[in-house]
């Protein structure tokens, strides 16, 4: 979890500490510590395991990306819904799927979630609304309108929770996705995890706007881009959307600043960056 920059001398600092989350309480800051640290030690033993070929087929880890799913699930409330791509472990564990039942589906075993049937991408659970997992890039941003259209037909303020990354953003079926949403004023969060790479192109070389959130104003969907790496942060923009979503507005665009410090897979060794990039935004995250 990064607290925001202050400066100064150590007296300066001291002083200004308690301003850097004044609406969240301690026993809050250590729950948001504690499930972001459980995402990533179960992300490095699921990568540990893969090596071993206790798990098998495909396997995206989701270290660097914890800040996004702890801060926005913070922010959800009871039938809340949410559906992801096949980056998808660390949302199943902020939603509060067990830890147990999730990696005994990554192994493939009957007491998984999916009954050992679904694996790392295909998985989901009808009670904690967790709706997948979707190996198709962008498959899930319909299924997450999808949602929202049933909660908008059955007059409740629940909101879809629909979480997809930059390269998907490219796909047509989002776009069809925002007219349709913005039309009928649907409640979804339609969240844009920008790990910077995709599949394992960079943004600038795949993607014509640097702001992907920008490409909701053809629709009339507003949005904003967030610091993904701070929890506090993502909280703070999930309030505003999630607000905007229950009261009646239709959908709201949040693009969140992220990065992998994985490969795309288990089976990517990343050479598309250099060990030195990945460096920086772990020591440059370290002193924020």
């Known amino acids: 979890m990064a607290a925001r920059k202050t400066s100064g001398n150590k007296a300066t600092r001291k002083q200004a500490a308690p301003d850097v989350s004044p609406n969240v309480s301690r026993d809050e800051l250590i729950e948001f510590y504690r499930q972001m640290l459980l995402i990533r030690r179960f992300e490095e033993k ?3 395991l893969y090596g071993m070929g206790v798990i098998g087929g495909f396997c995206h880890l989701y270290i ?5 799913v702890v801060g926005l699930e913070a922010t959800a409330r009871d039938g809340d819904q949410r559906v992801t791509s096949y980056r998808d472990h660390g949302h199943m564990l902020a939603c509060g799927m067990d830890p147990k039942g999730v990696m005994a589906e990554l192994a493939g075993r009957e007491t998984g979630y999916s009954r050992g049937k679904g694996g790392s991408m295909h998985m989901f659970s009808k009670e904690r609304n967790f709706y997948g997992g979707h190996g198709i890039v962008a498959a899930q941003v319909p299924i997450g309108a999808g949602l929202a259209f ?5 007059g409740n303020d629940n909101v ?3 979480y997809f990354g930059d390269g998907a953003a490219n796909q047509g079926q989002v776009y069809e996705t925002f007219n349709m949403a913005s039309l009928w004023k649907l409640p979804v969060v339609f969240v844009i995890e920008n790990n910077k790479y ?11 706007t640097p702001d992907i959130y920008h490409r909701g104003n053809a629709f009339g969907i507003p949005g904003e881009a967030v610091d993904g790496m701070d929890v506090l942060a993502v909280k703070e923009a ?12 239709g959908p709201y665009i949040l693009e969140m600043q992220t990065y992998r410090y994985r490969g795309h897979s288990m089976s990517d060794p990343a050479k598309y960056r250099s060990r030195e990039e990945v460096q920086k935004v772990q020591i440059g995250r370290a002193h924020v």
């Open 160 to 162: 879809s929770f629909t």
């Open 64 to 68: 660097g990306q914890e800040a996004v």
């Open 150 to 154: 049933a909660d908008k037909y059955r």
């Open 198 to 208: 995709a599949m394992g192109t960079a943004m600038q070389r795949s993607t014509s």
């Open 46 to 48: 699921a990568g540990q």
């Open 238 to 249: 999930g309030e505003k959307a999630t607000a905007h979503c229950r009261a009646g507005n």
